[in-house]
């Protein structure tokens, strides 16, 4: 009796602690992106910190957070709502919203490759010298620098407004490219730097042969995470389970040790204000963040979040919603633990995920739940670690303590709604609950760069993003501009502000930042698995300005690839002529230039003059013709290259022929 009591005042104090799940369904589903491949480095800014962690494989990311990759580094950035990002190295991107049909990215510096595959959304990328927009089915390239920006439309239809004027233009695919700079827009050939297009071309390559995968998984994962179908088909396999009364089609994934369990391989981290499911496992992002894991004949399954994973029964109310990670935090001592939820069992959260099951956590602290089997059906599989180990191992398998049972938890432990200090001693104090990995971070941005960070937190702050239509409205009533094609824009160039950890706050008046060319060089645009861009056309009247990184001679139109007239004399011009120098060079001493290539006619005459005119001259007279090259005597005509005659040569020749005759 005494316990039915004292377990009737804590629920108690839990409902007046906290906000009925009602209100959490009915907030709308919280859009998060996914990292989802990295080359090199990629950063991310805590701002609790005011430093910057590294980011791994499978991090989130939503509004608010920025990005930065490394000298050498790549990332490829998914998020559901059809926005696909590429980011190229030394790039900074902030995002300042996303929605189900918006996503607005900030690039403050670097390159950027942005991808709308979705038929209801807008992208809006902004720069400090406009934003560009990109509507359903386009691809363009985002170039950023201190000094200007360029935007190239790829596939499809872009939108640039440039931010000094408001005005806008529009860019389609084959046509030349925007530039821009604080004052002015001009346009350029629209190539594009072909070593970052090659990387870009091998992504889109490895998305078209995944994207060839069969089975089940197509047909169960909703729409917006079916690019992971091949992880699903390669990993494990879908069975009939009967669960719930029925029988349900679930995922098991196959290709894991005995003994696996969900929340096991990987690591929590701090996101959003909530812990944060960072997994190892190459299913784990989407089977820990979206649908449930139910254990069912002596196995964990995954449940997706859509309709036809059932037979003739109603859902099991998982509904498509992104969460952190299902669990509840158990604790005792000096040991901290998790256990996963059941589908119809309640997630407590510091922020609003939305979806059914999931109440708000307020402020104020809730010390204790009841944590009896009948409300948390998996409480035997809690896992349970030492505090000391919550933020510092990427495996919790090797520091999972034994001999857990529901006897020892129900006895031992006490459960908690979220982590504060009460379940890890020193929460409020470590800095490593920001961590996605247990790397030590060498180089970092300078601080210089996390002014416009700061400065787009205020914006975001103030209120949430317009919606995709409103947004189309608003720029269909801007002005059109005008582009001054003899305006003299330099392409973007940018600072490297990747600095050794300890410089980060060292004065950039000290500091030697070397700047760089964004567009190391240039090539057209060519066609992508599934992107089909049609041939880039030229600018109506060239500009004077050179394209940076161009060789070309003065006078010579604008964007026109060094590499392009070179292969004609290459092909053409060796293909009858060099034969003929070599065999009558050195037949006779009257040949008149050597490498000359003269017509038949010539020949014959050539052949015929020197018996007339030195009829006592014997054919050793030839040595000093053969002499005419003193460094190689005996060398042919070049292949190739007939019409290239030294001065000397030249020379020699015609005092030669003169003296003939006498």
Known sequence: MKRLLGLSVVLFLAALLIVPPSSAADEPPVVVGRVYHIEGDLLRYVPEESDWVAAVRDAPFSSGDTLYTGNSGMAELIVPNGTWIRIGDSTQVQFMGIDSDVSEVDVATGLARFYNKDSDLVIKATSPFGYALAYPGSVFDFYVGENSTEVIAIKGKITFVHAATNARYEIAAGNPSILADQSQVSSEDGTVDPNWDGWNRTRESFWASKGRTTGRSVQYLPPALRHDAYVFEENGRWEQVNYDGGNRWFWRPTRVAAGWAPFTNGRWTEWYGDQTWVPSEPFGYTTHHYGNWIYARNHWYWAPPVATVTVGLPLLNIGFFWNPGRVSWIHSGSNVGWVPLAPRETYYSHHRWGGPHV?????????????????????????????????????????????INNTTIINNYQAAPVVNNAVVNNYSTTKQKYNFANVQVKEKPHKIVTERIETNQKVIKQGKIEKAS??????????????????????????????????????????????????????????????SPKPVQKPDKPSAKPVVGETEKPGKPKGVAPSKPAPKPEVVAPAKPAPKPERVAPAKPATKIEGEVSEKPTLKKERVAPPKQQPKEKPERIAPAKQEDPDKPNKKPVRGAPAKVRPQDKQKGESDEQEKPR
């Open 470 to 531: 409103v947004i189309e409205q608003q720029v269909k009533s801007i002005k059109e501009g005008k582009i001054n094609r003899e305006a003299k824009i330099q392409q973007p160039k940018a600072t490297n502000y990747i600095v050794p950890a300890n410089e980060i706050n060292r004065p950039k008046s000290e500091m030697k930042l070397q700047q760089k060319e964004i567009k190391k060089a240039t090539r057209e645009a060519k066609e992508e698995p599934g992107i």
């Open 359 to 403: 109440v708000h956590v307020t402020n104020v602290n809730i010390t204790q739940i009841n944590i009896r089997p009948r409300n948390y059906a998996y409480a035997r599989h809690a896992v349970v670690v030492p505090q000391r180990d919550f933020y510092t191992v990427n495996n919790y398998k090797t520091v999972r303590v034994k001999n």
